[in-house]
């Protein structure tokens, strides 16, 4: 059974930063992409990050230059650095996976971690 657990959440001042990790379990998952999405309070889950199987990297406008996906393959482990955070970037953000093959929407998804971004 496939298992995405996410850490890293907690209180940042705007302007800080925050790593975040995610956790993946039950199958390997070299030859999956890995997703970063997040949902602020009354809002849609948006994009925020993704690192395919192959290392590509695609970031959502609003955080490209301070948010960095990095996947250690070895661990089964995705990172998101996050840096010069914004109070409107407090949101629960959620670690995704899919298959590469898969040109679909992402299928796993780990239950997310709180981020709150104060001013």
């Known amino acids: 059974q496939v298992r995405l657990v996410e850490s890293g959440g907690g209180l940042a001042q705007a302007g800080g930063s925050l790593r975040l990790s995610c956790a993946a379990s039950?199958?390997?998952?070299?030859?999956?992409?890995m997703g970063w999405f997040r949902r602020a309070p009354g809002k849609e889950r948006e994009f925020v990050a993704a690192?395919?199987?192959?290392?590509?990297?695609d970031y959502a406008d609003s955080v490209k230059g301070r948010f960095a996906v990095t996947r250690d393959k070895a661990k089964n482990a995705v990172h998101l650095q996050m840096n010069a955070l914004k109070p409107e970037e407090t949101a629960i953000y959620c670690c995704?996976?899919?298959?590469?093959?898969?040109?679909?929407?992402?299928?796993?998804w780990g239950q997310g971690t709180q981020v709150t971004v104060s001013s």
């Open positions: 995704a996976a899919k298959s590469s093959r898969y040109r679909g929407h992402y299928y796993h």
């Open positions: 690192v395919r199987w192959n290392n590509d990297t």
């Open positions: 039950g199958r390997t998952f070299d030859r999956y992409d």
